[in-house]
C-alpha cells in the first residue's frame, strides 16, 4: 500500500509541476498593483547595501520593513546560509537597513519551500509600516468548477488558507467573474460587506480593488493573484501588503514586458537549461534519471519505479519532436545530478522514431563518456532499426521489451 500511495503522490506532483507558471518578485508585483492604481504601502527595492541604506532615508523617524527578495513562501520564518535567521525584519535606521541588506544581498534564505539548496538573494524590498487593524484573504484566480476566474475571499488573512478552508470552508466566500466584463460594481461591494469591513469608505476601497485586480488578471494573462494579507489600517486605508502572481507561460509572446521580469536564478539552473532546448524538464529528489517521451508515459514510467522501490530523479518528456541531438542534451542534464546512478529511458514510438533515440543515447554515451548503465525500452516506429543501432554500437546498454522488468533492473542498479 505504501508503495501504492507513494507512486500515486509523484504522478501527482509532476502533473502540478508541469504548470511552471511566471512567477514575479514582490517589489515587481507592487508597481505592477501601483501601475493599475491598487494601494501598496509605499515600498522601495535595493539591489546593494548602499541603496538600502538611501532608501531608509525616505521612511524618516517611523522606520520601515526589509523584505528579502526570493520567490518562495515562509521567508520571515527562513534562515539565511550565513546565519541570519529570517528574510524580514523590522528596521528603525537607515545604517540598520544597510546592515541587514549586507547580510542579505548575495546569501541563500532556506525556507519550507525552497528545499536544503536555498534561493539566492539579490534584492530587498524597503517598504513603509502600516498598523493592519484587520487583514483579509484576497485571490483571483481560474476555477474549473464554475469553468472561468473567480474572486476567492477570506476574512481569516495573514494565514494558510488551505488551513482556513479545512477548518472552516464557510469562511472561504467564492465568486464567479464574468470574464468579458469582469467585477460589477454591486458585486464587489457585496463582497466587501460579507467580508466585514468598517464603513463605506473602507468597503469602497476594497471594491475597487477586488475590480482592478481582476483587470490585472484578464490583461496580462495571468493564472493567479494572491494578496495576503489585504489590509484594513488602523487609519481607515486598505491596502495590498502582499503579493503573488503567476502569469501563463503560453502568453510569452503577448506579454513580452512582465516576461522581461522573469529571474532565471531563482529557477533550478537544469530546468532553465532544459527549456531552452524544449524539454519538459522538472528535477525530483531520486537517483534514477528517466528519459521518456509523452507527460502520460512519463508519469507512468514513474509509478512503475516507485512500485518497485526506486526514486526518480527528474521528470523528463522530450515530447514527439525530439531529435538525437535534443536527446543528447536530455542526457547531459541528466548525467551531471550526482545523484543519479542509473538511467532509464522508456520510449512509445508514435510520432516519435526510436531510431532517432536510439541514436542519441549512443551518441550521449560515446561523447559524454557516461558510466552510468543505461536501462533502455523502445516500442513502436522504427523499433526494429533502433533495436539493431544498440547492438551494433557495443555499447553496454541493457534493453528491454517489458516494461515491468525494465523499471526493476533500473531500481535494483541505483541501489
Same mark, same amino acid.
Given at each position: 500500500?505504501?508503495?501504492?500511495?507513494?507512486?500515486?503522490?509523484?504522478?501527482?506532483?509532476?502533473?502540478?509541476?508541469?504548470?511552471?507558471?511566471?512567477?514575479?518578485?514582490?517589489?515587481?508585483?507592487?508597481?505592477?498593483?501601483?501601475?493599475?492604481?491598487?494601494?501598496?504601502?509605499?515600498?522601495?527595492?535595493?539591489?546593494?547595501?548602499?541603496?538600502?541604506?538611501?532608501?531608509?532615508?525616505?521612511?524618516?523617524?517611523?522606520?520601515?520593513?526589509?523584505?528579502?527578495?526570493?520567490?518562495?513562501?515562509?521567508?520571515?520564518?527562513?534562515?539565511?546560509?550565513?546565519?541570519?535567521?529570517?528574510? +524580514?525584519?523590522?528596521? %528603525?535606521?537607515?545604517?540598520?537597513?544597510?546592515?541587514? /541588506?549586507? =547580510?542579505?544581498?548575495? &546569501?541563500?534564505?532556506? #525556507?519550507?519551500?525552497?528545499?536544503?539548496?536555498?534561493?539566492?538573494?539579490?534584492?530587498?524590498?524597503?517598504?513603509?509600516?502600516?498598523?493592519?487593524?484587520?487583514?483579509?484573504?484576497?485571490?483571483?484566480?481560474?476555477?474549473?468548477?464554475?469553468?472561468?476566474?473567480?474572486? +476567492?475571499?477570506?476574512? %481569516?488573512?495573514?494565514?494558510?488558507?488551505?488551513?482556513? /478552508?479545512? =477548518?472552516?470552508?464557510? &469562511?472561504?466566500?467564492? #465568486?464567479?467573474?464574468?470574464?468579458?466584463?469582469?467585477?460589477?460594481?454591486?458585486?464587489?461591494?457585496?463582497?466587501?460587506?460579507?467580508?466585514?469591513?468598517?464603513?463605506?469608505?473602507?468597503?469602497?476601497?476594497?471594491?475597487?480593488?477586488?475590480?482592478?485586480?481582476?483587470?490585472?488578471?484578464?490583461?496580462?494573462?495571468?493564472?493567479?493573484?494572491?494578496?495576503?494579507?489585504?489590509?484594513?489600517?488602523?487609519?481607515?486605508?486598505v491596502l495590498c501588503m502582499d503579493a503573488k502572481f503567476g502569469f501563463d507561460d503560453n502568453a510569452e509572446f503577448r506579454q513580452p514586458e512582465i516576461f522581461a521580469l522573469r529571474d532565471i536564478t531563482q529557477e533550478d539552473p537544469s530546468e532553465v537549461e532544459a527549456q531552452k532546448a524544449n524539454l519538459n524538464f522538472i528535477k525530483l529528489d531520486g537517483n534514477i534519471g528517466c528519459l521518456v517521451n509523452g507527460a502520460g508515459l512519463a508519469m507512468a514510467t514513474m509509478d512503475v519505479l516507485a512500485l518497485h522501490g526506486g526514486n526518480p530523479a527528474n521528470f523528463l518528456d522530450v515530447g514527439g519532436g525530439a531529435t538525437p541531438e535534443t536527446v543528447k542534451k536530455a542526457f547531459e542534464i541528466i548525467s551531471r545530478d550526482p545523484k543519479v546512478k542509473s538511467i532509464f529511458i522508456n520510449i512509445f514510438g508514435g510520432i516519435m522514431r526510436c531510431d532517432y533515440i536510439a541514436e542519441g543515447v549512443i551518441r550521449a554515451k560515446k561523447e559524454l563518456s557516461m558510466d552510468i548503465p543505461l536501462v533502455v525500452r523502445l516500442k513502436g516506429t522504427m523499433e526494429d532499426e533502433a533495436k539493431e543501432l544498440i547492438r551494433e554500437s557495443g555499447l553496454t546498454i541493457i534493453p528491454f521489451d517489458d516494461l515491468d522488468e525494465a523499471a526493476a533492473v533500473a531500481v535494483k542498479l541505483a541501489l
Open positions: 500500500m505504501f508503495a501504492l500511495r507513494k507512486a500515486g503522490f509523484v504522478a501527482r506532483a509532476v502533473s502540478a509541476g508541469q504548470k511552471r507558471f511566471l512567477s514575479i518578485h514582490e517589489y515587481q508585483s507592487v508597481n505592477l498593483l501601483n501601475s493599475y492604481g491598487v494601494p501598496t504601502p509605499k515600498s522601495i527595492p535595493a539591489h546593494t547595501p548602499q541603496e538600502a541604506f538611501e532608501a531608509a532615508k525616505q521612511f524618516g523617524s517611523t522606520g520601515c520593513v526589509i523584505k528579502a527578495q526570493v520567490l518562495a513562501g515562509g521567508r520571515g520564518k527562513g534562515k539565511f546560509d550565513n546565519g541570519l535567521q529570517g528574510g +524580514v525584519h523590522m528596521v %528603525q535606521t537607515p545604517e540598520q537597513a544597510q546592515d541587514y /541588506a549586507s =547580510k542579505m544581498l548575495g &546569501a541563500k534564505l532556506i #525556507t519550507k519551500q525552497t528545499g536544503a539548496g536555498g534561493r539566492i538573494c539579490n534584492a530587498v524590498m524597503l517598504a513603509e509600516r502600516r498598523d493592519p487593524a484587520h487583514e483579509y484573504y484576497i485571490a483571483v484566480l481560474n476555477d474549473r468548477t464554475t469553468g472561468g476566474p473567480v474572486l +476567492v475571499a477570506s476574512s %481569516q488573512g495573514g494565514m494558510n488558507i488551505e488551513e482556513v /478552508a479545512a =477548518k472552516d470552508p464557510s &469562511a472561504i466566500i467564492t #465568486t464567479p467573474i464574468d470574464f468579458d466584463n469582469g467585477l460589477s460594481r454591486e458585486e464587489a461591494l457585496g463582497v466587501a460587506k460579507k467580508l466585514g469591513f468598517q464603513g463605506e469608505d473602507a468597503e469602497s476601497q476594497a471594491a475597487d480593488i477586488f475590480i482592478n485586480l481582476y483587470k490585472i488578471f484578464k490583461d496580462k494573462d495571468a493564472t493567479q493573484i494572491e494578496i495576503n494579507p489585504l489590509a484594513e489600517t488602523k487609519d481607515g486605508a
